[in-house]
């Protein structure tokens, strides 16, 4: 839906769940897939969207006025159910695991990983290769290699299964 004169912008090959809510000024790209129940609300500042990313079910997306560049999520990224992503930027190829917070400021970079339940507190660093955990979030650990593999492959499993509900 818009807001004001900002309207969601979604490639065609993406999908959104007839649940999900786009509001405002959201770029969603090719093979995106936004799942049940999410909110991606860009009214203060943007949101954009990578290529095979999925946003799984119940995970709201936000921006902040503080922070005018918005909420940048980049290609092939996985954000698990339930996650509160907001005014942060999610590096290609990262991975957010369940219920986790990634709050204002925060960057998560390529082939990082934030476990389930954690809270990414406002302008910490994930830097590539890193696994943190809790609350507040911190190094737990490098990314195993069978992790990596996870993260490269979830995409394109969850790519594949929007096609199916398409």
Known sequence: MPYRDRRPVIAPEAWIAPTATVIGAVEIASHANIWFGSVLRGDLSPIFVGAYTNIQDGTVVHVSERIPEGTR?????????????????????SFIGMKACVMDGAVVETGAWVAAGAVVTPGKRVKSGELWAG?????????????????????AHYAKLADEYR
């Open 73 to 93: 999520i980049g290609a092939n990224v996985t954000i698990g159910h339930m996650c509160l992503i907001h005014a942060c930027v999610l590096e290609d190829g």
């Open 135 to 155: 609350t507040p979030a911190r190094l737990l650990r490098a990314v195993s290699p069978e992790e990596k593999l996870y993260m490269e492959r979830l995409p």
